[in-house]
């Protein structure tokens, strides 16, 4: 099993700027990717940015530009540096590490909530 610890989230106003960390423990072998979903109310939870242990990420349209995701291999950490945010980018946001074991699996973080005021 994987244990994800989420922090930094927060009320911010639009313009502003937040980071969000979340640290990887227990069986953290045989990860391929970690990042940020977020899911605002009455809708799907969402892509925001990956991380492949590469160091390859993937960021969705609507955050290019505004957000940057970071690696620590050796603390197991991703980080998510979110600049310019808007109040659209209000949400849950979830952390995620995908694991190949035989098949991939995927673990959550709790979630944070974000918040943006106009």
């Known amino acids: 099993q994987v244990q994800l610890v989420e922090s930094g989230g927060g009320l911010v106003q639009a313009g502003g700027s937040l980071r969000l960390s979340c640290t990887a423990s227990g069986s953290i072998v045989n990860i391929i990717a970690m990042g940020w979903y977020r899911q605002a109310p009455g809708k799907q939870r969402e892509l925001v940015a990956s991380?492949?242990?590469?160091?390859?990420?993937n960021y969705a349209d609507s955050v290019k530009g505004r957000f940057t995701i970071s690696r620590d291999n050796a603390k197991n950490t991703v980080h998510l540096q979110m600049n310019s945010l808007k109040p659209e980018d209000t949400a849950v946001y979830f952390c995620?590490?995908?694991?190949?074991?035989?098949?991939?699996?995927?673990?959550w973080g709790q979630g944070t909530q974000v918040t943006v005021s106009s």
């Open positions: 995620n590490v995908k694991r190949r074991i035989i098949a991939q699996v995927d673990y």
């Open positions: 991380i492949t242990s590469n160091g390859g990420s």
